[in-house]
């Protein structure tokens, strides 16, 4: 039908695909972009607002199409969507699963790890992330937790815990002081009330491959250089000869566990860390290529000690009153495993 042809609130279904529903009012013709209901049971219960993925399993030695909260990294490619309803456990719910729009959740629907957030009308704009783990202390102690204890949870914290609102200061231990460029983001903060917060959806595809720089807030009066007065945590120093070793420790929270269980098909998740490290001088833009060592301690998926304090140790000489910048990128593979 001709657009002149139209009347004021009518409305009708689109013959192209994806056959989205139509109407005109105005002067003006919209569509509504259809989504998929499907059938989901809750297995264990599935909350409102968590991240649900697609996946399969055996069944009487049949192969059926489940839906899970999702759990980084396995399943980075198959993210449906947000469950905008609560299912019970052993209970189903016809829904759609949302992908783009408008949800409105309880403040206690976002993970917190170091205590709640005490000014959320600060929080309109901020980024609403997938929960992929997180590195914290508790007092001067390191602890990690991996998404594994909390699949499907949103979050408003990085993995090592900067948050919306931050400014230009940063007080916590100076390995968190990191910063990201690509995190899981499932949406955006846009308006606070009560104990309801609205976030505007938009999920598209995650990346595989996660990038991080340290550090990320530097003080402008003393900018981040390698001796032990100034923002970031020189852990050893030693001196043998002329050489002067730092070890600078970094916990971006990014080394979680690793996934190998007959149901994932013999796939185990193996996660690898590579850095580059960058040195300049403080009274120029002279830059500097860094003879570094780079240690990540990945914890059980390396059966290393360092379950608790994931972590990667820069190792480097000879670098006093030089401002060091690190910049890292973690890539998240599934290597196939045989008997």
């Not at 013709?29 to 809750?42: H, M, N, R, W």
């Amino acid at each position: 039908m001709a657009e002149e042809n139209r009347i004021e609130g009518q409305l009708w279904i689109d013959r192209n695909a994806p056959h989205g529903l139509k109407y005109h009012t105005t002067g003006e013709t919209y569509q509504l972009v259809p989504e998929k209901v499907y059938t989901i049971s809750g297995d264990t219960g599935i909350s409102k607002g968590s991240l649900v993925a697609r996946a399969v399993k055996k069944v009487n030695n049949k192969t059926v199409e489940i839906f899970r909260l999702a759990q980084f990294p396995k399943d980075i490619d198959r993210v449906v969507g947000i469950c905008p309803v609560s299912i019970p456990a052993d209970s189903s719910v016809e829904t759609s699963l949302l992908k783009n729009g408008n949800i409105t959740l309880t403040k206690d629907s976002f993970k917190h790890i170091t205590g709640d957030i005490s000014d959320w009308s600060i929080m309109v704009g901020a980024p609403v992330y997938w929960f992929i783990g997180r590195s914290y202390f508790d007092g001067t102690t390191p602890h990690y937790i991996d998404p594994q204890e909390f699949p499907g949870k949103l979050t408003l914290a990085t993995p090592s815990g900067i948050r919306w609102g931050l400014g230009n200061k940063f007080n916590d231990d100076n390995s968190l002081n990191v910063g990201y460029s690509n995190l899981p983001t499932v949406g955006t903060v846009v308006s606070v009330s009560g104990d309801n917060v609205t976030i505007n959806v938009n999920i598209s595809k995650f990346e595989s491959e996660l990038e991080w720089h340290w550090p990320y807030c530097i003080n402008n009066s003393s900018e981040q250089t390698a001796s032990t007065d100034i923002p970031g945590e020189i852990t050893t120093e030693t001196t043998t000869g002329d050489i002067t070793e730092n070890i600078l420790s970094i916990r971006h929270g990014l080394f979680c566990k690793s996934t190998n269980d007959s149901s994932e098909n013999f796939y185990a998740f193996r996660p690898r860390c590579f850095c580059n490290v960058l040195a300049m001088n403080t009274d120029d833009d002279t830059e500097h290529v860094v003879f570094a060592g780079v240690d990540n301690y990945y914890g059980d998926v390396e059966t290393e000690p360092a379950a608790s304090d994931k972590r990667t140790d820069i190792t480097f000489k000879n670098y006093d009153g030089k401002k060091i910048y690190v910049s890292g990128k973690v890539v998240y593979t599934f290597d196939k495993q045989y008997d």
